[in-house]
């Protein structure tokens, strides 16, 4: 079973709009959320996280909100630009389990200049 | 500084041979990972190290797979007898193993293994 689901496969979103990705976990054991980024061809990339004792982080263009009681967290990135179009994949992780992540299916996102 | 290699990019083998993947972790990162990303799926957690020892091997699938890191620094995974389900690009991390979640993990660009 899926511990953390993307639901969206895909996202389009013009340039300078706001895109919005969004991801659901069921395991209440997890405390630390993270944002990964990938290019094809290419390891994924370290985004922005949140750790379970916050409601929201921003790092510049994007942020990421946790809503604990629903299990659902979501990143916000504005403005959208073309070099944002990449794989995103949402992942969780617990000190009870280690370090180890799991990983969502991923959403891609499309910039339309 | 140089980040996480990982050798060789593109591997293509027949069902039933042994294969290895070698991974070059970021210099001085104590902690090492291997993932398994299937196609349009996301990567799956086979394997931790901290050190030369493997902290958490809850996910290798088989026996068929077993991954070292002898000197604490490059891990090799090893997987025999492949099957066509092994296909899948395989993904190394590596940390600063301060042993927090807030540890982060930086990838290597992954080695894709393609069984005939």
């Known amino acids: 079973d899926q511990q953390v689901k993307q639901n969206s496969p895909s996202l389009s979103v013009q340039e300078g709009r706001i895109s919005i990705l969004n991801c659901d976990y069921t395991n209440s054991m997890f405390d630390y959320f993270l944002w990964y980024k990938k290019y094809p061809a290419e390891g994924p990339t370290f985004l922005i996280s949140?750790?379970?004792?916050?409601d929201k982080n921003e790092d510049g263009r994007f942020t990421v909100f946790l809503n604990k009681s629903a299990k659902h967290l979501s990143l916000h990135i504005v403005p959208s630009q073309p070099g944002d179009s990449a794989v995103y994949f949402c992942?969780?992780?617990?000190?009870?389990?280690?370090?180890?992540?799991?990983f969502g299916g991923g959403t891609r996102v499309l910039v339309k200049p | 500084g140089a980040g996480v290699s990982q050798t060789p990019s593109n591997k293509v083998t027949e069902k039933g041979k042994y294969v290895e993947l070698r991974c070059d972790p970021i210099?001085?990162?104590?902690?090492l990972y291997w993932y398994r990303q299937s196609l349009g799926q996301g990567p799956e957690f086979l394997i931790y190290?901290?050190?030369?020892?493997?902290?958490?091997d809850s996910g290798l699938p088989n026996d068929r797979f077993f991954a070292v890191r002898p000197e604490g620094s490059v891990s090799t995974l090893k997987i025999q007898r492949t099957e066509r389900g092994d296909s899948a690009v395989y993904l190394c991390?590596?940390?600063?193993?301060?042993?927090?979640?807030?540890?982060?993990?930086?990838f290597g660009p992954g080695t894709r293994l393609t069984v005939l």
């Open positions: 210099s001085g990162h104590t902690a």
């Open positions: 992942a969780a992780s617990s000190k009870a389990a280690g370090n180890k992540l799991t």
């Open positions: 190290f901290q050190g030369t020892g493997a902290a958490d």
């Open positions: 991390a590596s940390s600063k193993g301060t042993g927090g979640v807030t540890d982060t993990q930086y």
């Open positions: 949140i750790s379970s004792i916050k």
